[in-house]
């Protein structure tokens, strides 16, 4: 099955850094999703994405579906340490399987 | 509160037993999923149902069955067949609109264990 190409694999930034991620794909997405993960938990949905060129904001997250709709950003503004966690992205394909990367690992030194 | 339950948290299965992992949803949404997460790799999909008494194979459907009796309930037998099963299990469920599906919602996920 097809993956997501998310960069980068881990991030370690000091406490009120900003942060940047992405993902990209060889395919055209209907939908994009940004979730979070806490170890030994369940992936809580961040920011969804519906339109090509869309750009949405949650709190300090923001996150862009590109305009080529193979891509997707998510930044966070002024890091704090319960911003650790896993984050990944998630595409909707037509056709309505979703496809996830990798997951980008953020470590925030306080 | 309305949300995905899944139980239990950690599982533990015996060589050549059957086991099966529940997860129930009250969100009223039609679809629902089951992925399993491996350390350094995305969410793989094993089967997946848009309706009732409905469901399909995913990415790495062999050694898993499913059933989908009712809308609330999308339970995930691992057999004896699936070889390599420890990992951590995630159920999830969308609600499809007339344009197709939207936000996908996940469960707290369920550990599976081999001794």
């Known amino acids: 099955g097809q993956q997501l190409n998310q960069s980068p694999q881990s991030m370690f930034i000091q406490e009120g850094e900003d942060v940047s991620m992405n993902c990209t794909s060889s395919?055209?997405?209907?939908?994009w999703l940004w979730y979070k993960q806490d170890p030994g938990e369940g992936p809580v949905l961040l920011i969804a994405l519906y339109k090509a060129g869309e750009l949405t904001s949650n709190g300090r997250l923001t996150a862009q579906f590109g305009i080529t709709r193979k891509d997707s950003f998510l930044n966070i503004s002024a890091s704090i340490p319960s911003d650790v966690g896993i984050y990944f992205c998630a595409g909707l394909l037509p056709g309505n399987q979703f496809y996830f990367g990798t997951g980008t690992s953020l470590t925030v030194i306080p | 509160d309305g949300g995905i339950t899944q139980s239990p948290k950690y599982l533990f299965r015996k060589e050549g037993q059957n086991v099966t992992l529940s997860c129930e949803q009250n969100l009223n949404h039609d679809a629902m999923y089951w992925y399993r997460q491996d350390p350094g790799q995305g969410l793989r999909l094993i089967y997946y149902s848009q309706i009732v008494n409905d469901f399909q194979k995913g990415d790495i459907a062999e050694g898993y069955s499913v059933s989908r009796e009712k809308k609330e309930s999308f339970p995930l037998t691992v057999t004896s067949a699936q070889k390599n099963p420890t990992a951590f299990y995630l159920c999830?469920?969308?609600?499809?609109?007339?344009?197709?599906?939207?936000?996908?919602?996940f469960g707290p996920g369920t550990r599976l264990l081999v001794l």
């Open positions: 395919s055209i997405f209907n939908t």
């Open positions: 999830a469920s969308s609600i499809v609109v007339g344009t197709g599906i939207e936000t996908q919602y």
